[in-house]
């Protein structure tokens, strides 16, 4: 009975054993060139190259299943067809080619520090219908804007979670939907894009074979990864923990923000972040779906100039959080689950569209179908339920630095009233729990008896004029 336990104690040991390896390998450029100082991580360890271009990683693979570099700004993003790839490894791969890998950049002829980003939150398909109105309608305007913006600069993607909805056998065709748009896209991981047999790697049996995030890992890689392009460092991060049973929090484990302080240790403090992750941190009027530890997540970026892209919520919602962290909720494309043409605060299906110049970003939310002038809906009185005796005006890229301005008659009459509710189109559209939520970029206004005409004038933050005018 002893001589059993100890053997089984001494299995356990070597089992143990055998899940931690000495990877190592080089990045080199396209001539074999070592190069050096590029950042590389398996997920909790970092290592920088060496002069050759050399690095190396004591990984327990158990926990580590990828080892990936931070691409460098002078080099261009590894892709195959449209998708980044090259830029990370399976530890098993690894394992299987003797613990050795080399990552392999082209160096860019031209760096600029000038390009467009475009964050695509929830597309979501859940069948062949859904799967059909993303590509001819999403996909089909992307690449319409794409290759508009190509002309210009480089276009970066990212797609910020919930590509699909539970499926796990539309990964691929999902992924085949996203080739050769003329943009190199990233993916980021969602609560719906887990398979839901089992829980996340770290809430799973040390060394098990099968997790949560195992089948997104085969199409798209590590969940927690960073590049650089410009003067932007761009970081995406899994922000949900599947505790198994369908449920699930909005949250980052202990071990990702260890992962994220170490990443940004890297970057000179006042660098431009771009962090993109499914949930929300910071929303204020509907705070349902917001990051748990979103106060320790703040703290990691407090020295960086920090823009955050996500989505999980399906609505649309600015958050100014400190002069240096601005978070942008955008709306998904699916809006409210393919149920319509609008997600649950009126905004319309679509993507935001971000030009990066330096430090300094500029963007425009873009609704599918409809030109980049479309960032106002007015309602008429009497269409707007709760409010009857108003002219409303739906603007959902609003923040703090924008004005709202109102004409009667073509006279100028001040500022409209801002006010919180639900936005009548959306609930028409989808009559369940899911049909609406309260927002915040709503704006009203009484038009005087006898008044003919009310025209709007939203003044971004940027200094661009949209307009809507309604007769009454």
Known sequence: MIFGMILCSNLIKVMAQESVFNFEGKVVDKAGKGIAGVVVNDGINFTQTNAQGAWSL??????????????PASYNLPQQEGLADGFYIAASTLVQANNKHDFVLEKRKQVSDRFHYIAISDPQVTNAAEMKRWKQETVADLIEVIDSLKQSHEVIGMTLGDLVHDKMNLFDEFKTSMKNTGAVFFQCIGNHDLDKQYQDLHNMAVGTPVYGEMVYNSYFGPTDYSFNIGRAHIVTMKSMNYIGNKKYLESMTGDQLAWLEKDLSYIPKGSLVILNMHTPAWNRVTTDGNLRNAANLAELLKDYHVHVFSGHTHYFENNEVTPTLYEHNIGAACGAWWKGWTNRCGAPNGYMVVDVNGNQLKWHYKGTRRDFSYQIRLY?????????????????????????????????????EQFIDMDPTRVAELGHRYAGDRTAHLFRVM???????????????????YTGTIDL
């Open 58 to 71: 004591k990984s327990d693979t158990t926990r580590s299943k990828f080892v990936s570099i931070s691409i």
């Open 380 to 416: 008429n009185k009497g269409e707007f339920n709760t409010q009857s005796s108003f002219v409303v005006a739906n603007i959902w890229d609003w923040d703090s630095a924008c004005r709202v301005v109102w004409y009667q008659d073509g006279k100028l009459m001040g500022e409209m």
């Open 447 to 465: 038009p005087s008896d006898g008044a003919k005409q009310i025209k709007v004038e939203f003044t971004n933050r940027f200094g661009e004029l």
